[in-house]
């Protein structure tokens, strides 16, 4: 199993411009999620999905849209990318929602600069 | 709303000598808690987690955490620390009675721990 795969590991934007950063997880995982990491502030979440077809916000959507089409992948898109969405971009998954217990997996990352 | 706080930026220790990175959390209810290791330039690795049970819970590479319900920690131990332990340890809790997003782990900041040879 290859687990959970991120890409790009590096982009740089200019303000304004569109991108999606790309996950994917061959575990069979019905939950995915995607966090941003920024210094002193840990991992916040930003959206979740709990299987196909189903997307929820986290702590820091705005900015963001995702889509879960399949239970594979779990793109994550900046419709119009702000400096302020300069961070690390983590993608994770677990095999269940419920329960609560279930470890996530964590994707590289891909590191995101906007200028 | 849960909550969690690593107290501690950075920690030092010479290795050999054991090593403790603390973590104390906020919940209504019970707390499921976990630690996740990050080495530079990579994603987070699951240490351990504890459920419920024992208080004391032993993980990867020879960590251990102790809960303390009273004191509403959980810190993260090593008898004896490598300087390949340095690393970004995180402490994540989800509260077992919450509902919608809250259900969500929620991550302390960090602690920069640092093992000198």
């Known amino acids: 199993n290859a687990g959970v795969t991120q890409t790009p590991k590096f982009q740089v934007l200019k303000t304004g411009q569109s991108m999606t950063l790309q996950c994917a997880q061959d575990?069979?995982?019905?939950?995915m999620s995607w966090y941003r990491q920024d210094p002193g502030m840990g991992l916040r979440l930003i959206h979740y999905?709990?299987?196909?077809?189903?997307?929820d916000q986290g702590e820091v959507p705005n900015g963001y849209n995702v889509s879960r089409s399949t239970t594979e992948d779990f793109p994550l898109r900046l419709l119009s990318a702000a400096p302020s969405q300069t961070s690390v971009y983590f993608c994770a998954s677990s095999l269940r929602q419920a329960p609560l217990s279930d470890t996530q997996y964590f994707g590289p990352g891909t590191r995101l600069t906007v200028l | 709303a849960q909550s969690v706080a690593q107290p501690e930026d950075q920690v030092n220790v010479a290795e050999g000598n054991p090593l403790t990175v603390k973590c104390t959390y906020s919940?209504?209810?019970?707390?499921?808690l976990f630690w996740y290791v990050q080495y530079p330039n990579r994603g987070l690795q699951f240490l351990l987690k504890y459920i419920t049970g024992d208080n004391l819970v032993k993980g990867s590479y020879g960590f251990e955490a102790e809960f303390n319900k009273s004191q509403t920690s959980f810190h993260l131990k090593k008898p004896s620390a490598l300087v390949s332990d340095s690393a970004l340890y995180f402490c994540?809790?989800?509260?077992?009675?919450?509902?919608?997003?809250?259900?969500?782990?929620?991550f302390g900041s960090g602690t920069q721990l640092t093992v000198l040879p």
């Open positions: 999905s709990v299987g196909a077809g189903i997307t």
């Open positions: 919940v209504s209810g019970n707390p499921y």
């Open positions: 575990m069979n995982h019905e939950y």
């Open positions: 994540a809790v989800r509260d077992v009675i919450s509902s919608g997003s809250a259900r969500q782990l929620t």
